[in-house]
């Protein structure tokens, strides 16, 4: 979906802007949806072959599945389901899922127009994406070290925060949609409008991860509540959060992230690949199986050779974080 005028204005003004309606939540949707059952099947049979789990939940429809299955197993099994690596200690067999669902998501031409509106129509898909699926708070485990659910509620940050110092100059875009209506009550998102103006902000290690510091906020958030369909465009400076999930569904979203051909990605260890290009259309990968291979490529490799270097900048000492 080609953006308007006036959304492209709200973008420039706001560094966000929310598109209603970007995909057909049966036709584009519910295909991924029908692919996460396949792949929470796998994990309640690897949980239940491991002993972790007394049953497979099988009668249950998939978020009480996922519940279940997270309650029981006493763990939040979120890499399982996600199409990107962890930081480090990758092993040979850390699980991970790009599936052609997915990879069909984030070819869909339809937010592949909405991200030529922004960035122009030679588009390389960034790696940095997660798939996030968000048990209700009061259900999620809890992390014995910290205290905190597993999976809880995302401190305030830039997208630009949280990729390295190559990616400086890269004109990266953040697609963000949930696969059901989101609301402040099951965790959406909100932003801080014209926060990208102010450029990259400090981060600081906090017990939910990078974060700026709320001494650095400016003016109100606002809440992003978004139908099944709707994507959130925003600029890589934007200052965003989510709620916690205070209701008793999963928050199920997806966030990707594009940026223009040839430049570098943030995460260079992880691979990209050409989504659209106007001036050289063989350059584009296809086939969804070619991905996969790539992430199982990477993954093989980052299993033998250790990357100690780390996905950010910020180190524990910078006085603005005391
Ligand atoms: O979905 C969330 O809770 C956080 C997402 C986010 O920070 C992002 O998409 O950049
Ligand atoms: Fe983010």
């Known amino acids: 979906m080609r953006l308007t005028d006036e959304q492209l204005?709200?973008?420039?003004?706001?560094g966000y802007v929310l598109v209603k309606g970007v995909f057909d939540p049966e036709a584009d949707i519910d295909p991924v949806i029908e692919e996460y059952k396949g792949v929470l099947d796998n994990l309640a049979h690897d949980l239940s072959d491991a002993g972790?789990?007394?049953?497979?939940?099988?009668?249950?429809?998939f978020a009480e599945r996922l519940i279940a299955i997270y309650q029981e197993s006493g763990k939040v099994h979120a890499q399982y389901f996600d199409f990107s690596l962890p930081q480090g200690g990758v092993k040979p067999d850390t699980p991970f899922w790009?599936?052609?669902a997915v990879f069909r998501m984030l070819t869909n031409e339809s937010l592949l127009d909405a991200a030529e509106s922004i960035i122009g129509g030679e588009i390389y898909?960034?790696?940095?994406?997660?798939?996030?699926?968000?048990?209700?708070?009061?259900?999620?485990?809890?992390?014995?070290?910290?205290g905190r659910v597993q999976l809880g509620k995302t401190p305030v940050?830039?997208?630009?925060?949280?990729v390295r110092v190559e990616a400086d100059e890269?004109?990266?875009?953040?697609?963000?949609?949930?696969?059901?209506?989101?609301t402040v009550e099951n965790g959406c998102l909100c932003v801080w409008p014209g926060s990208h103006k102010r450029g990259l902000l400090d981060h600081c290690h906090t017990k939910l991860g990078i974060a700026v510091p709320g001494k650095l906020l400016q003016g109100k958030a606002v809440p992003m509540i978004m139908e099944k369909g709707d994507a959130l465009l925003m600029h890589k400076q934007t200052l965003h959060a989510s709620y916690a999930n205070t209701s008793d569904k999963v928050r199920w979203s997806f966030d990707l992230r594009y940026n223009p051909i040839g430049q570098a990605t943030g995460r260079p260890s992880f691979p990209g690949f050409v989504a659209r290009s106007r001036q050289y259309p063989e350059t584009i990968l296809r086939e969804p199986a070619e991905w996969e291979t790539l992430w199982r490529e990477t993954r093989d490799h980052m299993a033998r050779v250790e990357d100690m270097s780390s996905f950010h900048r910020w180190t524990e000492d910078n006085p603005v974080c005391a």
């Open 9 to 14: 204005a709200h973008f420039d003004e706001n």
């Open 52 to 61: 972790d789990i007394t049953s497979l939940y099988e009668e249950l429809p």
């Open 157 to 162: 940050h830039q997208d630009h925060g949280v």
């Open 98 to 100: 790009a599936g052609p």
């Open 170 to 182: 890269t004109q990266m875009l953040t697609v963000w949609f949930p696969l059901m209506d989101v």
């Open 125 to 146: 898909s960034n790696p940095v994406q997660h798939v996030r699926l968000k048990p209700p708070e009061h259900l999620t485990p809890v992390n014995q070290e910290t």
